[in-house]
């Protein structure tokens, strides 16, 4: 932060953009909004509209709830009941190519590497919240709200319906690791590259991944049983 000393008129709205924009490629982490403004002397209201604009783009990650998150809306039980996983891969198939073709066309240079980034998984982080960070970057980056909020609900009823197959799984070993995340790394290197067909596709080829092995755990819970 010491390195910037930004030069912001008193009601300039593009150059408090701008002025933010420069401190994102400086790579560190932007301070509060109380901090951030104090540092570019302007007055909160202006900074505020300047995020907003950041954030309506695709420059700046959406604005953090002051209450206790929840990424995943909850949803009712008969919904959960009547369906299963199957169902569930079934239904991301139809919606989650698209979603990446989508994110090849419209993603931001921030979305991007925000999805590159999330394509990885880092050594000890939770298998479950990196696989879902991914997606949900890739359904962010394709900017259709109501898509968004449908993912999440299918995520939310997927998260519940696996419980059927959850006894017969094998604990999430390093080699499924590294197979996810080369499989990730195809999806976020077409978007990157703005190749819609290779993104639809790598989408899809890694869900048939996953569908297939949700089809073996149930096909070795029936035979348990």
Do not use: W
């Amino acid at each position: 932060m010491n390195a910037f000393e930004p030069q912001v008129g008193p009601s300039d709205l593009d150059d408090i953009i701008a002025a933010v924009r420069q401190l994102q490629q400086g790579g560190g982490k932007l301070p509060s909004e109380r901090d951030l403004a104090e540092h570019l002397s302007v007055k909160r209201h202006q900074l505020r509209k300047a995020l907003e604009a950041l954030r309506h783009s695709g420059d700046l990650k959406p604005a953090r709830a002051r209450r206790a998150p929840t990424a995943l809306p909850r949803y009712g039980e008969e919904l959960v009941r009547v369906t299963n996983p199957i169902e569930v891969l079934e239904l991301r198939l139809i919606m989650e190519p698209g979603l990446a073709r989508l994110a090849s066309l419209r993603a931001s240079s921030f979305e991007t590497a925000r999805i590159l980034d999330a394509a990885t998984t880092p050594e000890n982080a939770p298998s479950g919240e990196v696989d879902f960070a991914f997606h949900l970057a890739i359904v962010a980056a394709a900017r259709n709200h109501l898509a968004a909020e449908f993912y999440k609900m299918l995520r939310q009823v997927g998260v519940d319906a696996r419980v059927k197959v959850a006894r017969t799984a094998a604990p999430t070993c390093p080699k499924r690791i590294a197979q996810r995340d080369g499989e990730h790394r195809l999806i976020a290197e077409a978007i990157s590259q703005r190749d819609p067909e290779a993104a639809e596709a790598a989408m899809r080829a890694h869900l048939l991944s996953v569908q297939r092995q949700i089809m073996e755990r149930s096909n070795a819970g029936a035979f348990a049983a």
